[in-house]
């Protein structure tokens, strides 16, 4: 069974601050790796996503990926009250997709 | 406007009453599948097709059937519900199952109640 790991939360961040978040997968063939933002009874919205090993930026949001480590990561800069959610974190292996229970994250004002 | 549309959003029924959630997306894509999220579980992947008259099982198909044959179209079946396959569920299409830069796009999400 391929397992994407995350730490469920919930982490309290200030507002302004940088929250980080984190995921593990077990399987080393895993191709590319999404991130997905998911407010309570909505449905998930893409983030971003990486497939190189690395770093990857779009606005406040930075992925890093190591495949060596099967490591993933969100750096979410300047955090907001509007930035409190579930974070997803996923990965694409041969056609299929697996997810993480995802971490909650609180943004207080 | 690009979108996955599924329907309904709310449904009730009762134990061994077949029902099917419709699934439709409008951006040609090649790829979708359909999740059911519980609380703790995330969620998890139940069919997925790749393509038209293409489809295969994700992690927890059970007690589900799907089928493709138009590209825009993605219905999920269930013949014999049971209180088990309570859940949130959710349609998603991508333009390809390959690629690596193909994410996902979700459907609004289906909440069924089986009792």
């Not at chain 1, 980080?20 to 399987?27: E, K, Q």
């Not at chain 2, 393509?51 to 589900?64: A, F, L, Q, S």
């Not at chain 2, 519900?81 to 690596?100: D, I, K, M, V």
Request: glycine share 8%; charged share 20%.
């Amino acid at each position: 069974q391929k397992e994407v790991e995350q730490n469920s939360g919930p982490l309290s961040v200030p507002e302004g601050a940088i929250a980080s978040l984190n995921c593990t997968y077990s399987d080393r063939g895993s191709q590319s790796f999404f991130w997905y933002r998911q407010y309570s009874g909505k449905s998930p919205e893409l983030i971003m996503f990486i497939y190189s090993n690395g770093d990857k930026e779009d606005g406040r949001f930075t992925a890093q990926l190591n495949k060596a480590s099967q490591y993933v990561s969100l750096l979410i800069r300047d955090s907001q009250p509007s930035d409190s959610a579930t974070y997803l974190c996923a990965v694409n292996d041969f056609n299929k997709f697996y997810f993480g229970s995802g971490t909650k994250l609180n943004v207080k004002p | 406007e690009a979108q996955v549309t599924q329907n309904p959003r709310y449904l009730i029924t009762v134990t061994g009453k077949k029902l099917t959630v419709t699934c439709s997306q409008n951006m040609n894509h090649e790829y979708m599948s359909w999740y059911r999220q519980d609380p703790g579980l995330g969620l998890r992947q139940i069919y997925y097709s790749m393509n038209v008259e293409v489809t295969d099982k994700g992690d927890v198909p059970e007690g589900y059937k799907v089928s493709r044959k138009e590209k825009r179209n993605f219905p999920l079946i269930l013949e014999s519900p049971s209180p088990n396959q309570t859940s949130l569920y959710f349609c998603a299409s991508s333009l390809s199952g390959y690629s690596y830069n193909s994410p996902l796009h979700f459907g609004n999400g289906t909440r069924l109640t089986v009792t």
